[in-house]
């Protein structure tokens, strides 16, 4: 006989999980998210679509009904997902930092470079950080002595530089110790995930003072390598400020990961990244590979997959609302909280 697919449950509140990647693990650690939400709260129902459009036509009962959908990384189109949706985007390095900057929040100096840029080492420092806002896994971050630093044409630039995507940025540079050393956060609604320390070691020589380049010659500012060693922490300063910033900064978008640095002289925190597009390090491949190299096991330190579940179960309750993808902004139900 004919197959008549089981009516979708009326529930008070709907989240859509949205999976962005073709990866097996993803999508498994998502439907098990949803399946923990919906045990956590009988009153959301939680389910688990591709980014195809396909499979987006059974959410076509939900552009009615209160609902949050979430894609952990951005998605270029929203096509039928309905109700509210928080996405991550891709603003780059320095649409981040004024979104921090205009939260308050502790970026290192910095500023685009561009054909007037005139930089005082008075105020820099002799030494500047020279990166690519478009950069990635610190690609192209170099040390630079602060009155050499000149503008240079991205039409000059090599093909695939990732100048030409976007604009070049100079950065005060934080002393961090002998190896570049930096906190790498995950964040979800502005709560903890997961949280690692990770230092580079060997690459050129150790920097023994805060400005000391000329004694030690060439060497990399850079923690996040492929020899990178990395160590879970808990650090509670640096947790809290990932926490912090992401609630006061970046409130719309659900998933970042926080680079976060401690200046060895004065123990000050900064941000340098907060990876606006999102991410998920607990099915990564990149995020597979550091538990590997490094003995460690992301899943257990928060136990991530729960309290992912428990962050998104308070979350719908909070954000879900009524709105078809094609339709205006969204709006609660009256008896939404």
Same mark, same amino acid.
């Given at each position: 006989?004919?197959?008549?697919?089981?009516?979708?449950?009326?529930?008070?509140? +709907?989240?859509?999980?949205?999976?962005?990647?073709?990866?097996?693990?993803? &999508?498994?650690?998502?439907?098990?998210?949803?399946?923990?939400?919906?045990?956590?709260?009988?009153?959301?129902?939680?389910?688990? /679509?591709?980014?195809?459009?396909?499979?987006?036509?059974?959410?076509?009962?939900?552009?009615?009904?209160?609902?949050?959908?979430?894609?952990?990384?951005?998605?270029?189109?929203?096509?039928?997902?309905?109700?509210?949706?928080?996405?991550?985007?891709?603003?780059?390095?320095?649409?981040?930092?004024?979104?921090?900057?205009?939260?308050?929040?502790?970026?290192?100096?910095?500023?685009?470079?561009?054909?007037?840029?005139?930089?005082?080492?008075?105020? #820099?420092?002799?030494?500047?950080?020279?990166?690519?806002?478009?950069?990635?896994?610190?690609?192209?971050?170099?040390?630079?002595?602060?009155?050499?630093? &000149?503008?240079?044409?991205?039409?000059?630039?090599?093909?695939?530089?990732?100048?030409?995507?976007?604009?070049?940025?100079?950065?005060?540079?934080?002393?961090?110790?002998?190896?570049?050393?930096?906190?790498?956060?995950?964040?979800?609604?502005?709560?903890?995930?997961?949280?690692?320390?990770?230092?580079? &070691?060997?690459?050129?020589?150790?920097?023994?003072?805060?400005?000391?380049?000329?004694?030690?010659?060439?060497?990399? /500012?850079?923690? +996040?390598?492929?020899?990178?060693?990395?160590?879970?922490?808990?650090?509670?300063?640096?947790?809290?400020?990932?926490?912090?910033?992401?609630? +006061?900064?970046?409130?719309?978008?659900?998933?970042?990961?926080?680079?976060?640095?401690?200046?060895?002289?004065?123990?000050?925190?900064?941000?340098?990244?907060?990876?606006?597009?999102?991410? #998920?390090?607990? !099915?990564?491949?990149?995020?597979?590979?550091?538990?590997?190299? +490094?003995?460690?096991?992301?899943?257990?330190?928060?136990? !991530?997959?729960?309290?992912?579940?428990?962050?998104?179960?308070?979350?719908?309750?909070? &954000?879900?609302?009524?709105?078809?993808?094609?339709?205006?902004?969204?709006?609660?139900?009256?008896?939404?909280?």
């Amino acid at each position: 006989g004919t197959c008549v697919p089981e009516p979708m449950k009326a529930t008070r509140w +709907n989240l859509v999980l949205v999976s962005w990647s073709e990866h097996a693990r993803t &999508r498994a650690d998502l439907e098990e998210i949803a399946r923990r939400v919906g045990e956590i709260d009988p009153d959301i129902r939680a389910q688990v /679509v591709s980014h195809h459009k396909l499979d987006q036509f059974r959410l076509l009962p939900l552009w009615l009904r209160p609902t949050l959908s979430v894609s952990f990384f951005a998605l270029d189109r929203r096509k039928l997902l309905p109700g509210r949706l928080a996405t991550g985007v891709r603003l780059h390095k320095h649409g981040e930092y004024h979104r921090l900057a205009a939260a308050g929040l502790p970026v290192p100096r910095w500023c685009v470079l561009t054909p007037e840029t005139k930089l005082d080492p008075a105020k #820099w420092g002799p030494y500047v950080v020279v990166k690519p806002s478009a950069g990635r896994r610190g690609a192209l971050v170099r040390i630079r002595k602060t009155a050499r630093v &000149r503008y240079q044409p991205p039409e000059t630039l090599p093909v695939d530089h990732y100048g030409r995507i976007a604009p070049t940025l100079v950065q005060e540079f934080i002393y961090t110790g002998e190896w570049p050393e930096s906190y790498r956060v995950v964040t979800l609604f502005g709560t903890v995930l997961l949280c690692y320390r990770q230092v580079t &070691r060997g690459r050129g020589h150790p920097l023994k003072s805060r400005f000391d380049f000329k004694a030690t010659g060439g060497i990399s /500012v850079v923690s +996040n390598t492929q020899d990178m060693e990395v160590a879970l922490s808990g650090d509670a300063e640096v947790i809290a400020l990932a926490e912090r910033a992401h609630r +006061n900064a970046f409130d719309d978008l659900p998933m970042l990961s926080f680079d976060i640095v401690r200046d060895a002289d004065t123990g000050a925190l900064h941000i340098l990244e907060c990876h606006a597009h999102g991410s #998920w390090m607990f !099915a990564a491949d990149i995020g597979l590979a550091i538990e590997t190299a +490094n003995k460690v096991d992301f899943r257990k330190q928060f136990d !991530a997959l729960d309290r992912a579940a428990r962050i998104l179960a308070r979350e719908t309750r909070l &954000r879900a609302a009524v709105c078809p993808p094609f339709g205006g902004a969204p709006s609660r139900p009256a008896d939404a909280p």
